[in-house]
């Protein structure tokens, strides 16, 4: 755990000051499609933005949005901000103008920063949102519109003497279950997850070479590209495209990172691909996942192909990152894995009673780097924050070894014939299935109105949809799971809706929406 803080912390100022004091000043800190970045390098262009904004009329304790892809400017504008005291809100660089509209209204930042190719969305947005705040363009020449014609100012800028408590950032939630919402974050957040989980758990060292998957927008990839390989001087691999299994495959192989970050849809379709590297084809130490519970049949396959590990976690948006997981050489497929130390976690009825070992409840957790709450939203903060346990919406039980299992999420978990199923454990019961590339499961009603759960299923090429396969995949899951547990219902669809951090949507399939 990090240690006792000073009266005066800033974050930027630390994660930066550490790796000169460190002498990893010539050290390669960032690589992106544009260049390599030393960390002397990065140092100075966090400065340079630092007094860009100050200069630009921005004040400490004013919001920034930030809508930018995985470059170097997204660490130079984050930190940059956090430097001078002002506020950044990293938005989803995949939203629609609708989307970033409502976000600009219930944030009302006072400027923005957007990458090139999304400024034509972002505008719209602000026309949606009447929102008439400044934009600056991240890359490019030093013209007006660029936050580079005011980087030209000194390279050497003051930390504004925040605290360890003070504000220091904004994430909104992915919204895999409805209306994001602003998640208020404390100076002293960033390090205690990067102690605590990146190098506690993980062993994340100066020597490693990092690549998320997860954009920097999303608090994973957030810990995952910033805090954590700064906090120690490792190397991260950008990369601003989408990510197909092509692309990640060739930067696992050109690249060489030692840690790789992903989802488990993703990890999914690279194995499906045939273009992931094999074993000795790539110089990965171990690999991570969030976002969703990792399949046990996708880690095993994942080791038997590439000879490492998964290390699958949970953590939140209101956490910052994972606070329980598998630990590198001791991973254990099909749990979620232990408590990171410095959290503690409980399980709870609807009553919010513990439960006993074994049972199902509701996960609680509290810890160093727990949210303030919510912005402007009392009621969404007081049912989440609550006697300094954060109420995280996901089912698990516990085994005997003191293991983890999730079991859905309690706005997914179904109630058939009186008995919780969930849809994770016919999900994966349906991917153990050849012909199935990725499910989702949620409740329907029966003509009843009972609650029966429902599929849907991407299949993988070349498969013919017909109802002797629906009714072989039905039995097959009939043979796998309880009979009440199969789906009586299966939709076959070109693709699942997903948040842009690769979350399935379910909320939007109860909604009838499949695309």
């Known amino acids: ?45 966090v400065s340079r933005c630092a007094n860009a904004l100050l200069d630009s009329g921005l004040e400490r304790g004013q919001r920034l949005a930030l809508c930018l892809l995985d470059t170097i400017d997204f660490p130079t504008c984050f930190l940059g901000a956090v430097k001078a005291g002002i506020i950044p809100i990293p938005l989803s660089t995949l939203s629609t103008a609708a989307d970033f509209a409502a976000i600009l209204k219930d944030s009302r930042p006072h400027a923005a920063i957007v990458s090139s190719d999304i400024k034509p969305v972002f505008d719209h947005a602000a026309a949606l949102a009447q929102w008439n705040g400044r934009t ?11 936050l580079h014609a005011k980087m030209v100012a000194s390279a050497d800028a003051p930390t504004a003497e925040t605290t360890p408590d003070d504000v220091c950032f904004w994430l909104y939630s992915s919204g895999s279950t409805g209306k994001p919402k602003g998640v208020i974050h404390r100076h002293d957040s960033l390090l205690q997850t990067a102690e605590l989980y990146g190098q506690g758990v993980l062993g994340i060292k100066e ?25 120690v001087g490792a190397t991260t691999i950008l990369f ?60 095993l396959a994942w080791r038997e192909r590439t000879g490492i590990d998964i290390v699958d976690g949970i ?3 209101e956490m910052l990152h994972i606070f329980v997981s598998n630990r590198p050489g001791e991973v254990r497929y099909g749990t979620t894995g232990r408590i990171v130390p410095c959290y503690r976690v409980r399980l709870v009825d609807e009553s919010d009673n513990t439960v006993s070992p074994g049972e199902l409840g509701e996960l609680q957790v509290s810890g160093p780097s727990a949210a303030v709450g919510y912005w402007e939203n009392p009621d969404a903060t007081r049912a989440t924050f609550v006697d300094n346990w954060v109420r995280t919406g996901d089912k698990f ?11 859905g999420r309690t706005d997914d978990m179904l109630k058939v014939g009186g008995i919780y199923v969930s849809p994770l454990e016919v999900e994966e019961a349906l991917l153990a299935h050849e012909a199935i590339l990725e499910a989702a499961v949620i409740g329907a009603p029966d003509e009843m109105g009972l609650v029966k759960p429902k599929a849907f299923l991407v299949l993988r090429q070349g498969i013919e949809v017909n109802q002797e396969l ?40 109860r909604q009838g929406g499949s695309k």
């Open 1 to 45: 755990m990090m240690a006792a803080p000073s009266k005066t912390y800033n974050a930027a100022a630390d994660l930066l000051e550490r790796n000169l004091a460190a002498h990893r000043a010539a050290k390669i800190a960032y690589v992106d499609e544009r260049g390599r970045y030393t960390y002397a390098e990065l140092a100075e262009r």
């Open 136 to 146: 600056y363009i991240s890359e490019g020449d030093f013209s007006n519109n660029t």
């Open 207 to 231: 020597q490693d070479v990092i690549f998320s998957a997860p954009k920097l927008f999303f608090a994973y990839g957030l810990g995952n590209a910033l805090t954590f390989p700064l906090s």
């Open 240 to 299: 601003s495209g989408r990510l197909t299994p092509a692309v990640v495959s060739a930067i696992l192989r050109e690249h060489r990172p030692t840690i790789f970050f992903g989802v488990p849809t993703l990890f999914n379709a690279l194995l499906a691909s045939g273009e992931l590297p094999k074993k000795g084809e790539h110089a990965l130490r171990f690999c991570v996942s969030a976002g969703e519970a990792l399949p046990e049949k996708v880690g």
């Open 315 to 317: 953590g939140s948006t």
């Open 397 to 407: 039980k516990q085994t005997p070894q003191g293991d983890f299992v999730h079991c």
């Open 470 to 509: 629906i009714n072989a995949i039905q039995q097959f899951v009939k043979g796998r799971l309880a009979p009440y547990k199969y789906p009586r219902w299966i939709e076959v669809v070109s693709a699942l809706p997903k948040t842009a951090t690769g979350k399935i949507r379910r909320y939007a399939l």
